[in-house]
């Protein structure tokens, strides 16, 4: 899953995009308001962190004008913790609110639920035949007996599940899974799907030649 992090204070922007690294996420980020609309605008994310108080446009602007072209789950964090704001901010379009100083963790999870809710799942755990994936833990059981994955086999797993029955482009997948400064011109993706079927079952993943992956419903 591809994060878009949106924060001007740069040591907690650091932070931010090393800890979603670390749990599995690809991560862009701007330190600015206008920056930040831009790259919203011109990508497709599976969720968004923006802080409010931020240069050229704030938080507020970046939503409203970013609710006009897309629905990009936007996780609002700031400072501001009054009930005006919070209202404020719900009512422009934030799919949650979050206030700082704040648990890493309950970040994490925050977005954990928003990509699910806009993929149209509820719960934590996505299942294909024999194969359970458990979003929490980033785990992967098959008939019950764990199987490891990298964290770019997951992430490809996860995002077919999440769309489970929909056919996913090359494209998309790369759009999705590879952050800014990846190199997304390789044969990366062929060799992570050969890797995830052999380890699951060549039966998971079904190709449609000339349009992408699949799994079934």
Not at 107 to 135: E, F, M, N, Y
Not at 144 to 169: F, K, M, N, S, W
Not at 187 to 215: A, M, P, W
Request: aromatic share 6%; net charge negative; glycine share 6%.
């Amino acid at each position: 899953m591809r994060i878009l992090v949106v924060e001007d204070e740069p040591r907690l922007l650091r932070n931010l995009a090393k800890a979603l690294r670390e749990a599995g996420y690809a991560v862009d980020t701007a330190e600015a308001g206008d920056d930040g609309l831009f790259k919203a605008e011109t990508n497709d994310y599976d969720a968004m962190v923006l802080d409010v108080m931020l240069p050229q446009l704030d938080g507020w602007e970046v939503l409203a004008r970013l609710r006009k072209q897309k629905r990009t789950p936007v996780l609002m964090l700031t400072a501001r913790d009054g009930p005006k704001d919070r209202v404020r901010g719900l009512d422009t379009g934030a799919d949650d609110y979050l206030i700082k100083p704040f648990d890493l963790d309950e970040l994490l999870a925050r977005l954990r639920a928003l990509i699910r809710r806009s993929a149209g799942q509820v719960r934590p755990t996505l299942s294909a035949g024999d194969v359970l994936i458990d979003t929490r833990a980033r785990s992967v059981t098959r008939a019950g007996q764990p199987v490891v994955l990298t964290a770019r086999e997951y992430a490809i797993l996860e995002y077919l599940a999440l769309h489970r029955g929909e056919v996913i482009t090359r494209t998309e997948l790369y759009e999705h899974l590879f952050d800014e400064s990846d190199d997304t011109l390789s044969n990366l993706l062929d060799v992570h799907v050969f890797s995830i079927r052999k380890k699951l079952g060549r039966e998971l993943i079904t190709t449609r030649r000339g349009q992408g992956y699949c799994i079934e419903p």
